[in-house]
């Protein structure tokens, strides 16, 4: 079973950027597609973006396409979310999780391993 830990939040100013990375352990990576959700308060859990087992494929939102960048490096065990031109409405919790699905899933639901969350705020 697959534990995972966030790290790499912050405060910044918008049009920043943050790196936001997820070391998993306990269990063979590679089993798992990859994910980054987000939750900002009084909203629902919603996807940002994912990348099956291999790296080959990825995912985005529309409203982070072309600002957000997901990779995986199996060798270590990390997912890293690169945020640029970051803008107010990214402020939100945002959480890693891992789906044993092989094609990669874009509902909460579908994941079933979660980190504890990393805090993303973004200033005007």
């Known amino acids: 079973q697959v534990q995972l830990v966030e790290s790499g939040g912050g405060l910044v100013q918008a049009g920043g950027s943050l790196r936001l990375s997820c070391a998993a352990s306990?269990?063979?990576?590679?089993?798992?597609?990859m994910a980054w959700f987000r939750q900002a308060p009084g909203k629902e859990r919603e996807f940002v973006a994912g990348?099956?087992?291999?790296?080959?494929?990825?995912y985005y939102e529309d409203f982070v396409k072309g600002r957000f960048t997901i990779s995986r490096h199996n060798v270590e065990n990390m997912v890293i979310l690169q945020m640029n031109s970051l803008k107010s409405e990214d402020t939100a919790i945002y959480y890693c999780?891992?789906?044993?699905?092989?094609?990669?899933?874009?509902?909460?639901?579908?994941?079933?391993?979660w980190g504890q969350g990393t805090q993303v705020t973004v200033s005007l």
């Open positions: 990348i099956n087992w291999s790296g080959a494929h990825t």
């Open positions: 999780a891992a789906s044993k699905a092989y094609l990669l899933p874009l509902r909460a639901s579908e994941y079933g391993y």
């Open positions: 306990g269990g063979t990576f590679t089993d798992y597609a």
